[in-house]
Nanobody, 128 residues
């Protein structure tokens, strides 16, 4: 059974940084495509960032490109989302997701259908 547990969310001000963590159990991240999505109140869940199962490629939504960085630590079996220069429009619940399929290219991991497991989410609130 694959389980994903997010942490690191909180209330910050515009321009601040946060690092979200996604601890994975039941599967090694070194062979798993991972992604981050977010959902703001009243909106659809949207793609944020992904890293392929090989770790060789990443893909970002245009809205976060240059500000957010996805990475993984194989030894800790954890995936991270570093978020810099946060804006009020980044306010949302952030979800970690895992794909058991060997999906390439990285752009294909922008779809929710690419993922098999989801975490419960962590709230990020950016005040203006």
């Amino acid at each position: 059974q694959v389980q994903l547990v997010e942490s690191g969310g909180g209330l910050v001000q515009t321009g601040d940084s946060l690092r979200l963590s996604c601890a994975v159990s039941g599967r090694t991240v070194s062979s798993t495509g991972m992604g981050w999505f977010r959902q703001a109140p009243g909106k659809e869940r949207e793609f944020v960032a992904a890293i392929t199962w090989s770790g060789s490629s990443t893909y970002y939504a245009d809205s976060v490109k240059g500000r957010f960085t996805i990475s993984r630590d194989n030894a800790k079996n954890t995936v991270y989302l570093r978020m810099n220069s946060l804006k009020p429009e980044d306010t949302a619940v952030y979800y970690c997701a895992a794909s058991t399929r060997f999906i390439t290219p990285a752009k294909a991991m922008g779809a929710r259908s690419a993922y098999d497991y989801w975490g419960q989410g962590t709230q990020v609130t950016v005040s203006s």
